[in-house]
């Protein structure tokens, strides 16, 4: 057995266990800024390679999970023609009478889909989504190792890379590109039998499992056409159609055409625009003679911050009014985006936010208790003012 088959068959066995895990050292990086020297680094370092495990982890599950185990036992299938199922799978797949796994979203069917469909966008998405967990990281090591200068250098190259990513993705699709891009985790692997995923390994599969197999994937009914429209009698078991009775995932959401390109260009590139306009910013003969590459001394420029909003205000009258629901999840998150760099980013973030948040902590400081959660916010804030990739993330509430 090879190291990473092990590995495979060890996770598998112990899900509950790596759940735990993974949610206990999750909640410590939240405590670790300000305790001690070196504990952003640390915090960030740790949360950095827990979100790639748990990226590797989804991958695994996914291949392992059967697909119809989110669907109900077919109905019109007599059970007295059912083969035989031996008795460590009959409590969970042969008895049951109703799914063990939810249906999954729009939004994991739609990048599932895609990361099948096209090998260029698989790559491009889980490079964008590995990016995102280690840009802050690199942030910080650039600028304990380089100062501010090589910190901006560095911060311009991932940028390139990501409105690289981004817009390769979207000549791939013609469609909006979703945040994240990558199919994400939407069941408590924790809860499920072991039994259940052992069946569904890369081993040889019996003849009983083969006719099993086939019965599962049989129709509801023959009446119903691949990705054909629902008919209105059907809505009430959406959750319970297979894959191939529901809307096509490429109708999820509308493809673009025209000046529609414009808005998903703009967010596509938003990140890059904005370094160049602070690194602009700190070549400018009235610029601060002290410290004139540091964070919070570019963010008291007026011009990055007021053309950033002016771009992300233009995309959205731009954007196409009519959409899908999934589109218009999409609409909203960048909605969110944009209100949180209003008043998470630039001079609004310096002269008025961050006074009110400091004045808020200071004041749960006093309450017991509560007032661990004012140390905690407070030892976020030095992150927030000085990384440029802390503000963002905290911006689009993407921890």
């Known amino acids: 057995m090879s190291p990473l088959t092990a590995y495979h068959s060890l996770l598998l066995s112990n899900l509950s266990t790596v759940q735990t895990i993974e949610s206990a050292l999750s909640n410590v990086t939240w405590f670790l800024p300000g305790r001690f020297e070196d504990a952003e680094l640390a915090s960030e370092g740790l949360y950095a390679l827990l979100g790639l495990v748990s990226n590797y982890h989804d991958h695994i599950l996914h291949t392992h999970i059967p697909q119809h185990l989110s669907l109900p036992p077919h109905p019109f299938i007599d059970p007295s023609k059912v083969p035989t199922i031996p008795p460590a799978r009959t409590l969970n797949t042969g008895n049951r009478i109703s799914p063990l796994l939810p249906a999954q979203s729009e939004h994991a069917r739609y990048t599932r889909h895609w990361t099948n469909k096209s090998t260029t966008y698989k790559r491009a998405s889980r490079a964008l989504s590995t990016i995102g967990y280690l840009e802050l990281v690199v942030e910080m090591l650039a600028k304990r190792k380089g100062g501010d200068r090589v910190r901006w250098r560095v911060v311009l190259v991932i940028e390139l890379i990501k409105t690289f ?9 013609k469609r909006p590109v979703l945040t994240p891009c990558t199919p994400q985790r939407e069941i408590d692997p924790s809860s499920l039998p072991p039994e259940v995923l052992s069946s569904s390994s890369q081993e040889p599969v019996p003849r009983s499992d083969q006719t ?5 994937s049989t129709p509801l009914t023959q009446l119903i056409t691949s990705y054909a429209p629902l008919k209105d009698h059907l809505y009430p078991m959406l959750n319970n159609l297979p894959e191939s009775h529901l809307t096509h ?3 999820l959401i509308n493809e673009l055409k025209g000046k529609e390109y414009i808005p998903e260009v703009v967010w596509s590139s938003v990140g890059l625009i904005h370094v160049l306009l602070l690194m602009r910013s700190s070549r400018q003969q009235n610029a601060s003679p002290y410290k004139p590459l540091s964070l919070p ?27 899908s629901n999934l589109g218009m999840a999409h609409n909203a998150s960048q909605d969110r985006k944009l209100l949180a760099r209003a008043f998470l980013t630039g001079p609004m973030w ?5 006074p009110k948040v400091l004045g808020l902590t200071r004041l749960l400081e006093k309450i017991p208790l509560v007032g661990l959660l004012g140390e905690l916010v407070e030892g976020y804030l030095p992150l927030v003012d000085d990384y440029f990739y802390c503000g963002f993330a905290f911006s689009c509430i993407s921890r």
């Open 165 to 173: 990513l981004r817009l390769t993705i979207l000549r791939i699709t």
């Open 249 to 251: 995932p490429l109708n």
């Open 350 to 354: 310096l002269g008025f936010t961050r």
């Open 212 to 216: 099993s197999s086939k019965l599962k």
């Open 297 to 323: 001394t570019l963010s008291r420029s007026y011009i990055p911050y007021l053309s950033i909003l002016r771009l992300l205000l233009l995309a959205r009258v731009l954007r196409p009014r009519h959409t």
